[in-house]
């Protein structure tokens, strides 16, 4: 089908500074020589069981269809037996902007698989150092855990390099819009509209092409490629789309595709960006049929994100999968403010990749560390042997995009419960550390990642060493005691079985500790939502 064939649909067009230098810090920008990590075996797969609900957490109102994948939280793994945790970098907010609107608009708390841990403490900006060369630096640091003082935090966190607008890849987006009658409330269509306005007026250069596809019972082009200097068309363009009938999404997706294609910008940023409730019916095809086109789209170098609106009907499963799929990120939009930060403020990280198939490898040494715990990423985690397969799907990392990752972990020599081990020791194998075991680096960080357009993989190594396990989160930087505020947040509204001595007492004064810069309003905003879930979880417990 050529676009020349293509028409508008009938009806629809009517009218996201350190404080003490005593904690334990580590970056590549930093390091003058890698020394080789210490080798040891590979990683095994760990089964987790569901975790009990938190007394206060509450399920969707009765008349919701909103749908959230289980999240099975990660157990703590024998270093030893598991020295390897691998995973996809997952740059997605969605989560944290949903749990805003569960605590503000719903004044309820989340169900607890609403509730990624990542997501939450993604959202927040960090100080870590620029790349001096390539995409990415990649960052360490050691402390007590705030609420399991016998353990200890690591804090991984990965910079992407900040590039000027001007300076980004031409772009070629094709909004793929839902206007079925689902989209009809004033927090779905509505603020749709006004969140591309956000775009079109504020962001768009004349380098950028942006066309319109909608679909309700079918699906059509509203308009075709237009530069951003025609900024008049484009609104006007959004100002007549209206709300009704049912929902094709994945003819309206293959259009979107077949639009990309056709108008394809060689070494540019070609990507379809889905607005959507998640009422995402695929019609004639299966949701495994959309996946492969999605992959295959991909694999072409035309990648899909996700902006979710609304609630009631939010599919957030399947539109976190689709965005996954499809090497983009998934956005919740919940109000006009986290458009702007979507679309106005994150741009390049938005809507412009660095570096794809990212993947981040921790190895940790069982002379210093018995177990640990990824906190989050529970839909991310990766065998050992994917982080060298190139052929592995993984994250995508925007302009100037940061990504972070906190570990608990246990040390070696930390007092133990007297209670048989949960496996008998080999007969056969070595069970004792290796010679390298007995190094004094706690563990070493790897990131790998391909260029945008495919390449072979590159490395970065971070060993982190000599860390001092007496260091109090006190005197931690305000990056890392900012992101266990986060967590531990996101550990009580799960009502995590790991969540330790955590209390909303206790992250109220943990959020006060940190006194970072708060040039969006994030954090002030932040430091109500603790409050509001505090107050929310002691009302539901008196009823």
Known sequence: MTLNRLRPLRGLLLAAALLSACSQQYSTEDQKELEPAYGLGREAAADASAEPAFPGAADPAPASRENYAVVHENPFLEARRNPLSTFAIDVDRASYANVRRFLLQNRQLPPPDAVRLEELVNYFPYQYPQPRSGPASLNAEVAACPWNPAHRLVLVGVQGKEVASENLPPANLVFLLDVSGSMNDPDKLPLLKESLRLLVRERLR???????????????????????????????ALDQLEAGGSTAGGEGLRLAYEVAQQHRRPGGNNRVILATDGDFNVGEQSDADMERLITQERASGVF??????????????KMELLADKGNGNYAYIDQLGEARRVLVQQFGGTLFALAKDVKVQVEFNPARVREYRLLGYENRLLAAEDFNDDRKDAGELGAGQQVTALYEIVPADAPTAAAAPAVDPLKYQATSATDAGSSPELLTVKLRYQEPQGSPSRLLTLPVRGARFDEPSARASDNLRWAAAVAQFGLLLRGSQHRGTASWASTQELVSSASGPDADGSRAEFRQLVQHAATLQGETAQH
């Open 304 to 317: 899909l994100s996700v902006l979710g609106f609304g609630q009631g009907n939010v599919q957030d499963a």
């Open 206 to 236: 004349p380098q950028d092409y942006v066309s319109i596809v909608v679909y309700a019972g079918a699906a059509g082009l509203v308009l075709p490629p237009t530069s951003g200097t025609e900024r008049e068309t484009i609104l006007r």
